[in-house]
């Protein structure tokens, strides 16, 4: 398996743009998770999602922020309007079933909101 | 409460030498506890996972002290080495699902 893959590894987008991230993870797993990384708050949790249904939206800043999983093998983060402050690496992540087992993360897509 | 309190943010360390993260959480439900390790420009990867029913596990270089009474655990790199230069994670999560509550990191460098 290749891993998580997630698309595209950068974007650069001007204030008010809409973006949309994308993340296929393992097959197999039926656990995803959207994560974001900056250095003033670290790892953050978004959303995550079992078999395909949200169960967490919790950490989703704000109603600019949206994520779907329209089937086990893709889902999308968006983002609209973007704002300079969502400029983050975001990630995705998967697990197997079965609780407490490894999550495996994507490469990562680096945000640049400017 | 979910959070999970690493120490310290930076660390440098000598080549041959020990590098020690410290971790710290409240949530009592907590029962699994991994550790991740990620390189600049990646995602972060497991490196090492303990449950509490250990007091530590060794794997390589790499050991997890696990104090179930004070809440706490740790990681330590024996003999560093400059490509064990990351940054570091803990995580806890509970057997209610796989949800991973991460520390802030710690970012580790290894002087040759």
């Known amino acids: 398996d290749a891993g998580v893959i997630q698309s595209p590894r950068h974007e650069v987008t001007e204030m008010g743009q809409e973006v949309t991230l994308r993340c296929k993870p393992i097959s197999g797993h039926d656990y995803l998770f959207w994560y974001r990384q900056t250095m003033m708050r670290g790892l953050e949790l978004l959303i995550y999602?079992?078999?395909?249904?949200?169960?967490?939206d919790s950490g989703m800043p704000e109603d600019r922020f949206s994520a779907k999983m329209p089937n086990a093998s893709f889902s999308t983060l968006k983002i609209q309007p973007s704002e300079p402050r969502d400029s983050a690496v975001y990630f995705c992540a998967s697990t197997p079933p079965g609780g407490r087992t490894e999550a495996f993360f994507g490469q990562g897509t680096r945000l640049t909101v400017v | 409460q979910q959070q999970v309190k690493q120490s310290p943010q930076s660390l440098i360390v000598q080549k041959g030498g020990i590098s020690i993260i410290n971790c710290a959480y409240e949530n009592t439900a907590f029962d699994y506890f991994p550790w991740y390790q990620q390189f600049p420009g990646k995602g972060p990867a497991l490196l090492i996972a303990i449950r509490p029913d250990v007091s530590e596990k060794k794997e390589g270089r790499f050991t997890i002290s696990f104090n179930k009474s004070a809440k706490q655990f740790s990681l330590h790199i024996m003999d560093s080495q400059p490509g064990d230069s990351a940054t570091y994670f803990c995580?806890?999560?509970?057997?209610?699902?796989?949800?991973?509550?991460f520390g802030g990191g710690t970012r580790l460098m290894v002087k040759p």
């Open positions: 999602f079992n078999n395909n249904v949200p169960i967490d």
């Open positions: 995580a806890a999560s509970n057997n209610a699902g796989n949800m991973l509550t």
